[in-house]
């Protein structure tokens, strides 16, 4: 399970509920339960990541609203 938490300009955490966040990856490796997750009330998104089956390898998840 991957989270991601909002923050601000200043690298604050935001606590707002709602936000849809979009998850990417840098490769083809692993796979999200879904492309998208919501915000809860404390400003954060979670979604479930598969890794890839080859030992090795390396993906940067990134997080965006």
Request: net charge negative; charged share 10%; aromatic share 4%.
């Amino acid at each position: 399970t991957i989270t991601a938490q909002l923050v601000d300009a200043n690298n604050n955490p935001v606590t707002t509920a709602g936000k849809t966040i979009t998850w990417s990856k840098s490769d083809l490796n692993g796979s999200f339960s879904s492309a998208t997750s919501t915000t809860d009330a404390n400003g954060i998104a979670t979604v479930t990541f598969t890794t890839h089956t080859v030992a090795g390898t390396s993906t940067t998840i990134t997080a965006t609203d």
